[in-house]
């Protein structure tokens, strides 16, 4: 395929208006009777999130027919692996708050580049929030430069799950348990805002989940990896990412993520991970 010609702000651009038009389709829904489902891996979908990813999927693809897409709901079309830029969609990140009509659900949208994010958008539009980064040009918040708010002297803020905070403590980290967001999205960027100083966070997230944060989080200088790989490696074959942390302040790095490999493993131990890994609920972020 040709090399796009298009930038990434002008990707960037087109993300940003098709999310809000995205999130008035599905605040149309939002605390209303709602049809909905549970898929075969037990997440919640319903209507909405369909008819957002339909609308988001003609939307982008007529502007950019040759790049890929992957959405959360739409079934996955291998070709993505042949395109140079691919759309990585979640019509509504957090579908389960979304249903019990909590304002923290989010759009998220991405372009991946080569296996890289180059432009992103987390947008909450029960909260007004637009979050949004084109790489190299850092990240911003409803049009101003995402500044994270330090808080000098106070004990760090983690989310994780019931397992991972167990082994954080176990390792005398000092450090107040998190609020809770089911959009992952949505946790990710508040490490860049400060009001979060690490999300840890359990093996399986997708790319449509995280690809539009990490980008965030990276022209924001905070640090985003899988606890045994690196840096995510996106628009592979298989989406799947293990444990993750995003941290604002390396000094937190080794609990975090000694706590995360200890309850997940790494994929060379995945045999003696799945013995260790608590039930499902158990595995609760909080």
Not at 98 to 122: C, H, K, M, Q, Y
Request: proline share 6%; aromatic share 8%.
């Amino acid at each position: 395929m040709p090399a796009p010609t298009t930038t990434y702000n002008d990707d960037l651009e087109l993300l940003r208006s098709s999310a809000v038009a995205a999130g008035i389709i599905a605040s149309g829904f939002f605390r209303r009777d709602v049809k909905s489902w549970t898929k075969e891996n037990s997440s919640p979908v319903s209507e909405a999130d369909i008819l957002v990813d339909r609308y988001l999927a003609a939307s982008l693809l007529q502007a950019r027919p040759d790049y890929g897409w992957l959405s959360e709901e739409t079934v996955d079309n291998p070709s993505r692996l042949n395109c140079e830029r691919v759309f990585v969609v979640d019509p509504i990140d957090g579908t389960s708050g979304f249903l019990r009509g909590e304002d923290s659900w989010t759009v998220s949208l991405a372009v991946v580049e080569n296996g890289v994010p180059v432009a992103g958008v987390v947008y909450a539009p029960v909260r007004d929030e637009m979050y949004y980064a084109a790489r190299g040009e850092g990240a911003r918040l409803n049009g101003q430069p995402i500044r994270r708010n330090r808080r000098a002297g106070a004990a760090p803020i983690i989310p994780a799950a019931g397992a991972v905070h167990q082994e954080m403590q176990a390792g005398g980290l000092l450090y107040t348990r998190g609020p809770y967001y089911p959009s992952l999205a949505y946790r990710l960027v508040q490490v860049a805002t400060g009001k979060l100083d690490a999300v840890a966070t359990r093996r399986g997230s997708q790319d449509w989940d995280i690809a539009a944060a990490a980008l965030i989080l990276d022209e924001c200088g905070a640090h985003f990896a899988d606890v045994c790989t690196g840096y995510p490696q996106f628009n592979k074959r298989d989406v799947r990412h293990g444990a993750l942390a995003a941290l604002s302040d390396m000094s937190l790095k080794p609990h975090v993520h000694a706590a995360l490999i200890k309850v997940y493993g790494c994929p060379a131990e995945t045999g003696a991970a799945e013995q260790s890994i608590p039930s499902h609920t158990d595995l609760t972020d909080g």
